[in-house]
Every structure is written in structure tokens, then in C-alpha cells.
């Protein structure tokens, strides 16, 4: 089956500094990916759609320049997390359409756990 | 704007007991509906998948309805088990061409032995 990891599980940075989250397809080429936030007890909240080779869509509300995202190819996608301060710690989940396929379904990551002190 | 909510938003029930948690969207324009289970801390496992033309999908003790034209789904979860306490999250992906999927609320699930 399709499967999509995501590095590294958990990080911990300091206020300030900037943290790069990983996901990757490993099985399958993704020309879409997803990445999502979620915080404690609360649901996933879409940030952005990441498309390789282009620039991402961010949904409303969601600083671009604060999370720069990258799908420099069809397997990997990048989030950062620049100038990270205590409230964006979370968890963050990517997920991958595989491209061209038929279904719709989407494949998710197993999250990043985010926590910045 | 689509929204997505579940009820119960947390269920505690004793082994054995069949159980039904609901979710409800505002956008009957959807394309597909997907009941997810999230371990604590942890990422997400797809349970079902149902496209908008049908009206059930069934895997092993769990299935799950769909009725698009009342914006509602069920999830029915078969003789519970302990092991079956997560929380149960749905989400939607509309039809607007693009394929992000709109999460609901979620239901915390706890199953007592």
C-alpha cells in the first residue's frame, strides 16, 4: 500500500530558530501534497496545498512566510517553520494524492510533533 | 464555506456495545467522505472511504453511511472493543476541483474492559 513518512516524528527547537519538516511518498509519486495542524484535542486545520514544481496555496490565515513549504519533486515535500515561537507548537500532519491515479484517496504521514520552548 | 461536525465529541462505553458516531456537514457537494482513526499522539488511519454515489461502506466491524443530501454520515462500530478506543475523525473533500479535505471535530472514543 501506499505510504507516506514524515522527519522527523518530533522536534524540539527554541524560540526562534527555524525547524524543517519532511514528508515524503515512498512508494508512489505525489504531484499534490497536503499539509495540516493540529492542536492539542482539536481537529486538523489545512494549512497549505503543495504542488511540485510551483508555489503552494495557503489557506486563509496561515502565514506564508512564516511556513515556507517546498515540493521540489514528486516524492518529497518540505515545511519550515521560521522564527518558530511557543504557539506554533503542534502537530503536523502531511499527507499525498498520487498522481494520475484514478481514486481520490489521500495517504497520510504519521506526523511531527513540534515543540518549541 | 463547508463545515464539518461530530457528535458525540467523546463517548465512553462499555466492552461489547455496538455504537454509531455521527458526523454532519453543511455543503452537500461533496465528493468523497473519509472516517479516520487517530491514536493519541500519534498520525491517522483511514477505516472507510466513501465516494458521494454510494451510501455505505462496510470493514469488518465497522461501517459507515452516507446520506449527501441531508449532509449526514454515520459510523457504526460493531461489538467494541477495547482496542477501539481513539478518537474517530471524518472529513469531507468537496467538488471544487482541488482535493483538500475539510476534517470534522472528532469523536473521543473510550471503550472500558
Known amino acids: 500500500g501506499a505510504v507516506v513518512s514524515q522527519h522527523p516524528s518530533w522536534v524540539i527547537c527554541k524560540s526562534g530558530t527555524s525547524v524543517k519538516i519532511e514528508c515524503r511518498s515512498l512508494d508512489f509519486q505525489a504531484t499534490t501534497m497536503f499539509w495540516y495542524r493540529q492542536f492539542p484535542k482539536q481537529s486538523l486545520m489545512l494549512m497549505a496545498t503543495s504542488n511540485e514544481g510551483s508555489k503552494a496555496t495557503y489557506e486563509q490565515g496561515v502565514e506564508k512566510d512564516k511556513f515556507l513549504i517546498n515540493h521540489a519533486s514528486l516524492t518529497l515535500s518540505t515545511l519550515t517553520v521560521t522564527s518558530a515561537h511557543p504557539e506554533d507548537s503542534s502537530f503536523y500532519i502531511c499527507s499525498a494524492r498520487e498522481s494520475g491515479a484514478f481514486t481520490y484517496e489521500q495517504y497520510f504521514g504519521p506526523g511531527t510533533r513540534l515543540t518549541v520552548t | ?113
Open chain 2, 1 to 113: 464555506k463547508q463545515e464539518v461536525t461530530q457528535i458525540p465529541a467523546a463517548l465512553s462505553v462499555p466492552e461489547g456495545e455496538n455504537l454509531v458516531l455521527n458526523c454532519s456537514f453543511t455543503d452537500s457537494a461533496i465528493y468523497n467522505l473519509q472516517w479516520f482513526r487517530q491514536d493519541p499522539g500519534k498520525g491517522l488511519t483511514s477505516l472507510l472511504l466513501i465516494q458521494s454515489s454510494q451510501r455505505e461502506q462496510t470493514s469488518g466491524r465497522l461501517n459507515a453511511s452516507l446520506d449527501k443530501s441531508s449532509g449526514r454520515s454515520t459510523l457504526y462500530i460493531a461489538a467494541s472493543q477495547p482496542g477501539d478506543s481513539a478518537t474517530y475523525l471524518c472529513a469531507v473533500r468537496g467538488t471544487s476541483g482541488t482535493y483538500k479535505y475539510i476534517f470534522g471535530t472528532g469523536t473521543r472514543l473510550k471503550v472500558l474492559a
